[in-house]
């Protein structure tokens, strides 16, 4: 037996509201091979980051390492004082926690950083350690592995700075490395360059290591064994292949419903086909900075032309900063528009709060993204959701009363909830609350930014679940904004792609998985992990090495945006002219060069296979 | 549908805590508050001798059945003196510090939720105002008006007023950045509702602990002020006069200057305690 890691009976309590000791962990028993790549997962709450912070004999505040057994290397971890267990913290266990951003100094170079566990053990001499670390940077993929140290943290990308912090975690071949939703904060094509890396520096190092993640799909391509966890307790230990294919628990099997999301029947299209479209975008611009007395004005959406007919589903996707938010604001009022035209019914609306009516403001709603921020925390939910009732159908007494417990029974939630306030909800009662104060005001068209995105697979479906449910019941409009594929694919009757403020493809979801797409819309789709093991080669082969070679580009404007990351690009035509608008086929548009046919066979030979669960 | 609703979405029900109770710390504070607001308002009838009862005998006297805290330098008697001083301790430096506090607040409130050019002007007149001390402008307005309780509470108040405004602003503007508030916008809510039921309600916290400090602040000036003459004139005093008026007694171990001080000390005391008791009643967070 060559176990590095050996847990047995581990017992984590935490103190709550009323001052008792509960357990947020019990009688955790598992052990990991040298070698081997284990995998903890579950929802928030279930007991998964502690149970690895218990790994280097850490317990966060208000918790303590109340039983149990822990040896990682032949150390055992909760008899150890504090001074012996920072001996061993980054030298024999390394941690990679998930936000790096906010992990490193931003006072200091990257490679004083990388190199700091390996000085302050004195594992290894600088210049050791500082080529060790270029090593690293290499094999992580990092570019300009020579020269990337001497820079500081915010000059780097997301998820460079997320490799960085597995170089940090590496420097001194640690015997365990934890890492802790290392990939959950990044976009998905970012993600799958950072799993790549972890990947290659895991085999090739031959490191044991711990990944606690919510994502199975992201799990299946690391893990050799997989532990599933609920309420701090582990409900199935399993090699990854088992789990994923033959899962003995019902928990895991609801965990893998859930990621894949039933695909619901699209709104009526008859009924969509007749009626005026319910909301029109012409020619759609926003900037930020105004471009007086000489500060830059950051071009955030440009040109974007959007139909959402009554009682249909609009998605937008596209990666964190691609203006997707903006848009969804702008509809709103919030942002005003530098350029453009919004119709509510034909009717143009004004460009800003100012001058829309009440009933204006009633037919479009803003669901927020997250609903720890979006609900007032010092008013109760029946203020919360009372307010639109008084506001716009001026309801009071006993008559809004009623019609909040309504509401309450309409996203499912107990009566018993009106009262409290939002702190004393869970993340998913949240988010049921902020749709529900959405639907208070009868509106024709929600705008849901992000709504599934701060909440566990399973609660998210749960949330996607009603509200495809309420559409059907009250004939509303969504327009959903989120950067997942399959949370958008699951409920939206047409998909609009955005890159860097452009609308680079629109298309209708039955021709969702099929070629033609534009090149963005192909990277984004076939970056989302598959749930089954393997995938993760499987695109590295698909995915081109190197990018065409370009010269300068041209600095004539409405280039397209994506050229920087294009594999399709070709030279003298996507440098000097702006890419046209092209109806495809299928219903959709693009922007791009390639003609739906050129597309069609680049493409075909890559078809993707997402979508079903293994 | 309604019946497959996850069963997990709604935790079984916890035993909850009262909501509204104040901390034992926090009621003692309201106890001496009370007690000094009441001594405030019937004080004055209280007192067992006049304010003009001199005896050169007493002077400095030490605490006895005749003077229960003691005589000041004019052999006056010390419990006298504090309860007539009462009024304008309390009464004065409480209306200041709420003109100050409740002032800049509101002030704060508008400017950072309409923004523009408005709070641009504010913010500007406030800086302004800040870069000229607190007792030079107390200084000229008494010179100018005169040294009535009125003028005093106006004075006070204008002069604390741009602190309590730039504490508000700054947490105004975070609020205001919070999803909530925009949310309210977003409905089309009016800048009233935005700012006093949206937003006022999640800075009220600091507010108050800013709202008891600047009480302690005031509480000096206005001493400070009496002993330039230009406060409450004698041979009305109010605390902080007590205390500089009988300083040179401190050498003579003489229970006059220790009582007002004393004095002041649990008022500003209690009034923070029972602000903190107040504002640090624990939401339940989490899930």
């Known amino acids: ?614 | 549908m309604r019946s497959s609703a996850p069963p997990s979405v709604v935790p079984p029900e916890a035993p909850r805590k009262p909501r509204r109770h104040l901390s034992v710390a926090g009621l003692a504070g309201a106890v001496v508050v009370g007690f000094w607001i009441l001594m405030a308002l019937i004080g004055p009838w209280l007192a067992p001798d006049d304010i003009g009862s001199m005896n050169g005998d007493a002077v400095f006297a030490p605490i006895s059945a005749h003077y229960p805290l003691g005589a000041d330098f004019l052999g006056r008697d010390m419990l006298s003196r504090i309860l007539q001083g009462a009024p304008y301790t309390v009464g004065v430096a409480l209306a200041a510090v709420l003109v100050a506090s409740v002032g800049g607040t509101a002030l704060a409130l508008f400017a950072a939720a309409r923004g523009g050019w408005f709070d641009n002007v504010v913010s500007r007149i406030v800086d302004v105002q800040l870069s000229i001390p607190t007792k030079l402008l107390a200084l000229i307005m008494v010179a100018a008006f005169g040294s009535a309780v009125p003028v005093l509470i106006l004075t006070v108040g204008i002069g604390y007023m741009p602190g309590a405004f730039r504490i508000a602003r700054s947490l105004a503007v975070n609020v205001q950045a919070m999803e909530y508030v925009q949310a309210a916008r977003a409905r089309g809510e009016g800048l009233g509702y935005i700012t006093f039921h949206e937003m006022l309600p999640n800075m009220l916290r600091p507010v108050l602990a800013d709202f008891g400090l600047r009480f302690l602040f005031i509480v000096l000036l206005l001493s400070g002020l009496s002993f330039l003459g230009l406060g409450v004139q004698p041979p009305a005093a109010d605390w902080g006069s007590l205390v500089r008026e009988n300083i040179i007694g401190l050498s003579e171990g003489a229970p006059a200057v220790i009582v007002p001080a004393i004095a002041i000390a649990t008022l500003t005391i209690a009034v923070n305690m029972m602000i903190d008791g107040f504002a640090g009643r624990k939401r339940r967070g989490g899930e």
């Open chain 1, 1 to 614: 037996m060559n176990e590095i890691v050996k847990v047995s009976g581990l017992r984590v309590t935490a103190r709550n509201d009323l001052d008792e000791e509960v357990n947020i962990v019990h009688d955790a028993h598992f052990s990991i091979n040298k070698g081997e790549v284990l995998a903890l997962i579950g929802e928030s709450g279930s007991g998964k980051s502690t149970i690895a912070l218990a790994l280097m004999g850490y317990a966060r505040a208000g918790c303590r390492l109340a039983g149990g057994t822990v040896s990682v290397a032949g150390h055992s971890m909760l008899v150890l004082g504090e001074r012996e267990l920072a001996g061993l913290r980054g030298r024999k266990v390394a941690y990679i926690a998930q936000s790096a951003a906010a992990s490193f100094n931003p006072s200091k170079r990257l490679m004083d950083q990388v190199i700091e566990s390996a000085l302050i053990h004195q594992v290894m001499p600088r210049a050791a350690a500082e080529a060790k670390a270029v090593q690293l940077f290499r094999e992580l993929a990092l570019p300009d592995p020579e020269h990337i140290g001497q820079r500081y943290p915010h000059q780097v990308s997301g998820g460079q700075l997320q490799r960085l912090m597995a170089a940090m975690a590496l420097i001194t071949d640690p015997d365990l490395v934890i890492l802790d939703e290392p990939t959950t904060a990044l976009d998905v094509t970012t993600q799958i360059e950072v799993l790549r890396a972890f990947k290659k520096v895991v085999q090739e190092r031959g490191s044991t290591a711990v990944y606690v993640s919510h994502d199975l799909a992201v799990v299946a391509q690391m893990a050799d064994r997989i532990v599933v966890l609920r309420d701090g307790q582990i409900r199935e230990n399993g090699l990854t292949e088992q789990i994923l294919s033959a899962p003995a628990h019902p928990y895991t099997r609801s965990l893998l419903a859930a990621i894949a999301p039933k695909t619901r029947p699209a709104g009526d299209q008859s009924k969509v086909a007749q009626a005026r479209p319910l909301l029109e975008v012409r020619g759609l611009g926003a900037v930020y900075g105004s471009g007086k007395g000489g500060a830059p004005v950051k071009r955030v959406l440009e040109d974007i032309d959007l139909v959402i007919p009554r009682g249909a589903t609009i998605g937008v996707i596209g990666e964190s900063g691609c203006g997707k938010t903006t848009l969804a604001r702008t509809i709103a009022g919030m942002v005003a528009p530098s350029a453009g035209q919004l119709l509510l019914d034909g009717e143009p609306l004004a460009p800003t709060l100012e001058g829309r009516t009440r009933d204006q403001f009633r037919r479009i709603q803003f669901v927020f993204q997250n609903a720890d921020t979006a609900l007032n925390p010092r008013h109760s939910i029946e203020r919360i959701l009372g307010r639109p009732l008084e506001f716009y159908h001026g309801m009071q007494g006993s008559a809004r009363r009623k019609r909040v417990l309504e509401l309450l029974d309409l996203v499912k939630l107990p009566a018993t909830v009106a009262e409290r306030q939002p702190g004393e909800l869970s993340g998913g009662q949240k988010q049921r609350i902020n749709l529900a104060r959405a639907l208070a005001a009868q509106p024709d068209l929600i705008l849901c930014d992000e709504v599934t995105s701060a909440l566990d697979t399973v609660v998210g479906a749960a949330i996607l679940e009603l509200m495809a449910e309420l559409r059907k019941e009250l004939n509303v409009s969504y327009m959903f904004i989120s950067h997942d594929i399959n949370t958008v694919r699951a409920i939206c009757d047409e998909i609009v792609v955005l890159y860097a403020g452009r609308k680079v493809e629109a298309r209708k979801r039955e021709a969702l998985s099929l070629p033609p797409f534009h090149p963005y819309s192909h990277l984004l789709i076939s970056s989302v992990p598959a749930l089954r093991r393997g995938w993760l080669e499987e695109v590295e082969g698909r995915t081109p090495s190197a990018l065409p070679a370009l010269e300068a580009t041209g600095e004539a404007r409405g280039l397209c945006p994506f050229i920087d990351r294009c594999a399709l690009r070709v030279d003298g035509v996507c440098n000097r002219q702006p890419p046209p608008r092209q109806l495809l086929e299928n219903g959709g548009s693009i922007l791009c060069h390639h003609t739906d046919l050129e597309l069609r066979n680049l493409q075909s030979p890559l078809r993707l296979v997402e979508g079903e669960v293994a």
